[in-house]
C-alpha cells in the first residue's frame, strides 16, 4: 500500500503570537466557521490581518473561561475592538514560545460574550509620552 500523501491545507493566517508561538487559521475554516454568514461573524471577512495583528501584537489577553486550552487576544482596531480566540496544543507552554495555536473563532467583542474569558493575563503597557518642561520666559536675576 502506498504510503498516504501529505495534504497542505491553505492558511489565510500563519503568524506567531505575542509569545512567539505560531498561529495558524486554515482557509476552510475561516470561510466556513469565523465568518459564515449564518453561524459566524461575516462582518470580519477581509480583516485577515487586523485578525492576526490582534494575535501578534494584542492589548490584553485573557483565558478563556469555557476551555483551559484557549486564550483571547484583544486589540483595538480604528472601527472596534477584535478579540481572537486561540487554542493551544500546550496552554501551559504559551508563554514559553513553545506551543503551537490555532484559530478557533474572531469577532468584534461584544458584552453577550463577556462571560466567556476571565480577568487579563496580559496588558500592553501604556506608550511612555515625554512631557516637556515648560520654558520660563524672561532671563533670571
Not at 487559521?25 to 475561516?30: I, L, R, V
Not at 486564550?71 to 514560545?97: C, M
Request: proline share 9%; charged share 25%.
Amino acid at each position: 500500500m502506498a504510503p498516504k500523501k501529505s495534504v497542505k491545507r491553505k492558511h489565510v493566517i500563519e503568524t506567531p503570537d505575542l509569545w512567539g508561538n505560531p498561529v495558524h487559521c486554515t482557509a476552510d475554516h475561516w470561510t466556513g466557521h469565523i465568518i459564515d454568514p449564518l453561524d459566524g461573524h461575516p462582518e470580519l471577512a477581509g480583516r485577515e490581518i487586523e485578525v492576526a495583528k490582534a494575535i501578534q501584537d494584542p492589548e490584553i489577553i485573557r483565558p478563556s473561561t469555557r476551555t483551559g486550552k484557549a486564550y483571547a487576544f484583544e486589540r483595538v482596531t480604528s472601527t472596534d475592538t477584535i478579540r481572537a480566540i486561540v487554542y493551544y496544543d500546550d496552554a501551559l507552554s504559551i508563554k514559553s514560545g513553545s506551543t503551537f495555536g490555532w484559530l478557533g473563532t474572531a469577532y468584534p467583542v461584544d458584552v453577550a460574550y463577556s462571560s466567556q474569558v476571565g480577568a487579563p493575563i496580559y496588558q500592553k503597557p501604556a506608550p511612555n509620552v515625554a512631557v516637556k518642561s515648560p520654558t520660563r520666559k524672561g532671563g533670571g536675576a
